[in-house]
């Protein structure tokens, strides 16, 4: 498969506390994306970081890419309840082919 | 803009009948994705558009799966006949310049064969 794979499957936090999450692939990537879901909701994009770059960050989010190792890295600093979703990376190979991976079910607890 | 406009939220309908799902994407954009959402799969890319020409559609399962974009503000998305394993969430979504910006995805279309 081509799908990316998050890491871990699920997470529980206590809310203020960190939340990282993994991506693997195993292809070249143009670009890597991450998405989060809400509970019955669609998925929102969060950040999107091109293959030649290292680190991107967004308000509470700092997204890393090591393209040596074909993994991403998302980081969730000082979370919060409503940070409660599922994550998902995105990965767009050459050739405009486009995958989601399994995704990550977060929980945050007040 | 609303957003990714999708109908109907919820559809239930019985074995072998027609079912039509739709999606108005974000008015601007050109490009236009399908993806069914299932627990054992997760979230496949079904077909996508590009100023309503289908340029991928080797997601779609199989010919009782098609899609349509008739005009830049208009998908449909046909199983005909449906069968219980298309029970599934899809998703529309939207973007600009394809694949290497962001997709506004819509609310999704909850499917349910039975």
């Known amino acids: 498969s081509q799908q990316g794979e998050e890491d871990p499957q699920a997470l529980s936090i206590q809310e203020g506390e960190n939340a990282t999450m993994n991506c693997s692939y195993k292809?070249?990537?143009?670009?890597l994306q991450w998405y989060r879901q809400n509970s019955g909701r669609g998925l929102v994009h969060l950040i999107l970081i091109r293959s030649n770059e290292r680190e991107k960050h967004s308000g509470r989010l700092r997204v890393t890419l090591d393209t040596s190792k074909k993994s991403s890295s998302l980081l969730i600093t000082a979370s919060r309840a409503a940070d409660t979703a599922s994550y998902f990376c995105?990965?767009?190979?050459?050739?405009?082919?486009?995958?989601f991976g399994t995704g990550t079910s977060l929980t945050v607890i007040p | 803009d609303a957003g990714v406009i999708q109908s109907p939220r919820h559809e239930v309908t019985e074995m072998g009948q027609e079912v039509t799902l739709r999606c108005k994407p974000i008015?601007?954009?050109?490009?236009l994705f399908w993806y069914r959402q299932t627990m054992m799969r997760g979230l496949e890319l079904l077909i996508y558009f590009n100023n309503n020409v289908p340029i991928d559609d080797s997601g779609m399962p199989e010919d009782r799966f098609s899609a349509k974009m008739p005009n830049a503000s208009f998908s449909t998305l046909k199983i005909q006949p449906s069968e219980p394993r298309d029970s599934a969430v899809y998703f529309c979504?939207?973007?600009?310049?394809?694949?290497?910006?962001?997709?506004?995805f819509g609310q999704g279309t909850r499917l349910t064969v039975v």
């Open positions: 292809t070249s990537i143009n670009n």
């Open positions: 995105a990965t767009v190979l050459t050739g405009n082919q486009f995958y």
């Open positions: 979504a939207s973007s600009f310049r394809g694949m290497n910006t962001e997709a506004f």
């Open positions: 008015s601007g954009h050109d490009y």
